[in-house]
């Protein structure tokens, strides 16, 4: 894996106008690929994701053996550990408190002075599918991320999609936090044929209202092209981790940082950022270290900047997933950053804490899109409902503002419907 260092100035329009380390999602050849597997799902149902599952996973399913039964769920209480019981438990409160005070402050009133009174009141989506990564390791974590939100929001059908293991199972861990979460349903399908199976339904999956979660570029370019039917949250996928830090920094927690998000796999990617050549030397120094057995993909940066302003200007312009910022002035910098996913303050908020229970979410927005995404919450389950009530004196001091501005727009009869209350 290559550790490249150079100085921010001479790679910094490299990095903002091709958007690397990011791809554009949706290439011609992956749209139009992932366009037929959404297809075939839409024409043949179960009988597509029987063969896509075998063909993509290794694995063939039965029909009518796609969803997890509940005994099957019960069973994986038996192969997991005590511990992992305990961490999944204690994770998923960390989550529900933080997400529970979002909630509570989402009800607003207003009253004017004519006594027209209007109300702000969430109400939760109906049904929502969370899709849980697989491949070389299971995410409970990520469950936990998409679930939590969804339940706290009161959506009442919280489906779970999830690639099966190599004998058809899902790992004992997801379904155990699936249980533990709550999940109404669980289906062990994974990839793109996951997402078309929640947007368009087959015969055992019902469709859902909105799909969210992290997942592959295949898994990404689904959710794409499936919201122009069906919502997503955002597009959250490969995994990024940006680190601005000064000489104060410890090498050695930078370097392990940056380390620990590339284990997400391909396409992920690790950048410094700093205003101190020595730091970045030895943070290069130890990265040596840190990969040269590790079996990882990706490509890791070390950016030196000529001064601060001209890091905070390059991270707001490339808009990280996360950033970690170790510098002395940790939270005054903080407060100069308008686009990243999540930011992490101080040498004590490693990203890595935060996957899995600081109470913050891990499903954020990638490849830009922290410009105009935030991090996936129980604002994403939710609709708001506007109620207003407005008095008859009220609408009587109204009506000539209304009327006027309905005749100006020839909607004669919006000006009637007002007119003649005030008449009568």
Not at 287 to 293: A, G, W
Request: net charge negative.
């Amino acid at each position: 894996m290559p550790i490249r260092m150079t100085m921010l100035r001479e790679v910094r329009e490299y990095f903002l106008r091709d958007r690397w380390p990011r791809k554009r999602i949706l290439s011609d050849g992956l749209s139009t690929y992932v366009e037929g597997i959404i297809k075939d799902v839409r024409e043949r149902g179960d009988r597509a994701l029987i063969y896509l599952t075998e063909k993509f996973d290794g694995v063939k399913l039965d029909i009518g053996k796609i969803r997890v039964d509940h005994e099957e769920m019960e069973k994986a209480y038996n192969k997991v550990s005590d511990d992992q019981i305990a961490a999944i438990e204690a994770a998923k409160r960390r989550i529900q408190e933080f997400e529970k005070s979002l909630l509570s402050k989402l009800n607003f009133k207003y009253v004017d002075g004519l006594g027209v009174e209007a109300r702000w009141e969430p109400r939760p989506i109906e049904s929502v599918g969370c899709y849980v990564p697989g491949g070389r390791y299971p995410y409970p974590s990520s469950l936990l991320m998409t679930v939590v939100p969804a339940k706290v929001a009161g959506v009442s059908r919280v489906v779970v999609c999830t690639p099966p293991l190599r004998d058809g199972s899902v790992h004992p861990l997801i379904l155990v936090a699936a249980d533990i979460c709550g999940v109404d349903e669980i289906y062990r399908i994974g990839g793109a044929h996951a997402i078309a199976a929640m947007a368009y339904g087959t015969e055992s999956i019902k469709p859902v209202k909105k799909i969210v979660g992290p997942g592959n570029l295949y898994v990404m370019a689904a959710k794409l092209l499936v919201s122009r039917d069906v919502p997503i949250d955002h597009p959250a996928g490969p995994s990024e981790i940006m680190i601005l830090a000064d000489e104060s920094a410890n090498p050695h927690h930078v370097a392990l940082d940056l380390v620990s998000q590339m284990e997400h796999g391909p396409g992920s990617a690790a950048i410094l950022v700093t205003t101190s050549t020595s730091l970045a030397e030895r943070v290069h120094e130890d990265l040596t270290r840190l990969v040269e057995d590790a079996q990882m993909s990706g490509d890791m940066w070390l950016l030196a900047a000529e001064n601060v302003d001209e890091a905070i200007n390059f991270i707001n312009d490339f808009a990280p997933e996360h950033l970690e910022i170790i510098a002395e002035d940790a939270r005054g910098l903080s407060n100069r950053i308008y686009s990243a996913g999540l930011i992490l303050v101080g040498d004590s908020t490693p990203v890595a804490l935060s996957d899995y229970c600081l109470g913050t979410n891990h499903v954020i927005p990638t490849g830009g899109y922290g410009h105009v995404f935030q991090p996936l919450s129980v604002f994403e389950f939710i609709k708001f409902a506007i109620i207003v009530e407005c008095p008859s004196e009220a609408l009587r001091r109204l009506s000539k503002t209304a009327n006027t501005l309905a005749e100006s727009e020839g909607l004669v009869n919006h000006a009637l419907a007002i007119r003649e209350r005030i008449r009568s």
